[in-house]
């Protein structure tokens, strides 16, 4: 069956976000959605480490739930995991500006966070959670407004805790966004020493040398998945946020190794 949210992946990249399309994402549903007039937010209430830990339940479900649980999964990295082209059971009762059909009028983004108050939400997850919600609220034609947490949208009152975060200081950001007037946070081209931002992707001499000082065989120069994979682990062990890309920041870390 064809489904309606496959434009889902090429409007979050073409907001410069980081896309990561989950195998059988597009024919993935609970049958189609309705008319989409907003997003609901959430947040997985997950384990506390890795980047993306909760895909899988999001994907498939749980044993008192079937999936997917949302369309959208968004790692502590700030890369989007497109899920689901279909209906997603992510809503359950509740009431936004007068919707209740939650599932079938609203897109559910899974962010990965414990939900627990030391669990503190990096810089790059928050940014990318603003921008993806506006270009997806850009690409639907509607306004901050119809973005919601699910503690706002659920019923009875006070039935879901998710998103932690301050939901009318985030519709801000979405809408300095939308607007114009908030710029993403982005990563330098290029570090003090000339040397470029590399990620997934890349073809470069440079990323040999990486692969070299991380123990990375082959040292092919090719920035494949191994290798961002050996970079995250790289940036946990610094206690730097673990998003796979060698900017300027990770390129001093990777000074200091032999």
Known sequence: MAYTLTWLAEVLEDAG???????????????DVGSIKGVICHHTAGPAAGNMPSLGIVT????????????LGLGRDGTFYVVAAGRANHAGAGDWQGFTAGNSNFIGIEAENTGLPGDVWPAVQMDAYAR?????????????????????????????????FDMHAFRTRIEAFMSGAAKPLLIPAEDDKDRPTLRRGARDPLVATIQQKLGIAPDDGIFGSATEAKIRE???????????????????????LP
Not at 60 to 69: A, E, F, S, Y
Not at 144 to 159: D, V
């Open 17 to 31: 976000l980081k896309v990561a399309e989950v195998a059988g994402w597009r024919v993935r549903g609970r049958g």
């Open 60 to 71: 498939n479900g749980r044993p008192d739930l079937n999936g997917p649980l949302a369309q």
């Open 132 to 164: 993806g919600v506006a270009a997806i609220l850009t690409k639907i034609g509607a306004s901050p407004s119809m973005c919601c947490g699910h503690k706002e949208y659920a019923l009875p009152k006070g039935r879901k805790p998710d998103p932690s």
């Open 234 to 256: 790289f940036q946990l062990s610094r206690h730097a946020v673990p998003d796979g890309i060698v900017g300027p920041k990770t390129w001093a870390a990777l000074d200091t």
